[in-house]
């Protein structure tokens, strides 16, 4: 295989993309977020359009311009961006899953804007799991035996014990999606930011390569990996 040989193999596919961080309600006027900005999704998604791919974008909070010449769709909590993946994969024969999902959210929402009481006690905030996105979309490729390539992210850090490899190795087989995307994070690389260094970890091969570069560069390159894997599976 030379290098070129995926560039052709997204041409009329259907890539579904999430990007952007997920807002877990509180009250009406108050959430928990993150620092997602979605420009890597949003790049991912350019890129893909400009590999000749159908693109559907699904937004969470994004904090740039969205793309033109891709169908978008707009969501905020994790709940409503699992409603619109798992409906939007059906149809796609490529799934980017580089939303920043919250892993919890408030147990319950308050219908008024919270007051601060005068004299009880500070409020407490109770948190319960949201949904696995990610799994559910590789359980539904299985239950609908969709030929579908899906890809994960993961942004990580290291410990004493465990490189960020170990834990995206990890993270990649708990996952069970096709590719993952590693972004090593510290308090000011990646978010918010335009340079970026990633590594994709495939489960098929114990190969990994890496690009650094723009998040339009490093979009370019996950894209043509993905291609190339489309490509193989014919
Ligand atoms: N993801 C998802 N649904 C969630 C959480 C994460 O679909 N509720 C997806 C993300 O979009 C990403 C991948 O799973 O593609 C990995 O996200 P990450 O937060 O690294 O994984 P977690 O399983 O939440 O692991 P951790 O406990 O390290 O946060
Ligand atoms: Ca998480």
Do not use: W
């Amino acid at each position: 295989h030379s290098s070129s040989d995926g560039d052709d193999a997204l041409r009329g596919r259907r890539v579904l993309v999430t990007a952007g961080g997920t807002r877990e309600a509180l009250d009406p006027v108050r959430f928990l977020g993150n620092r997602s900005s979605g420009k890597q999704g949003v790049a991912l998604a350019r890129a893909a359009r400009d590999a000749g791919a159908h693109v559907h974008l699904i937004a969470a909070h994004v904090e740039t311009e969205l793309p033109s010449g891709v169908d978008i769709t707009r969501v905020s909590s994790a709940r409503e961006l699992q409603d619109a993946t798992l409906a939007a994969a059906r149809e796609a024969d490529v799934v980017i899953m580089a939303a920043a999902v919250a892993d919890y959210r408030p147990d319950t929402v308050g219908e008024h804007k919270m007051k601060k009481s005068e004299d009880g006690a500070d409020p407490v905030i109770r948190l319960v799991r949201n949904p696995d996105i990610l799994r559910a979309v590789v359980a539904q490729r299985a239950e609908r035996s969709l030929e579908q390539l899906i890809v994960g992210f993961a942004a990580e850090t290291g410990d004493a014990e465990h490189s960020v490899l170990d834990f995206a190795r990890a993270k990649l087989a708990r996952k069970g999606c096709d590719l993952l995307v590693l972004n090593e994070v510290g308090t000011d690389k990646v978010f918010g930011h335009d340079d970026t260094e990633v590594t994709v970890l495939s489960a098929r091969s114990s190969e990994d390569r890496g690009a650094r570069g723009t998040k339009d560069e490093v979009a370019r390159f996950v894209v043509q990996r993905i291609a190339e894997d489309v490509r193989t599976d014919g």
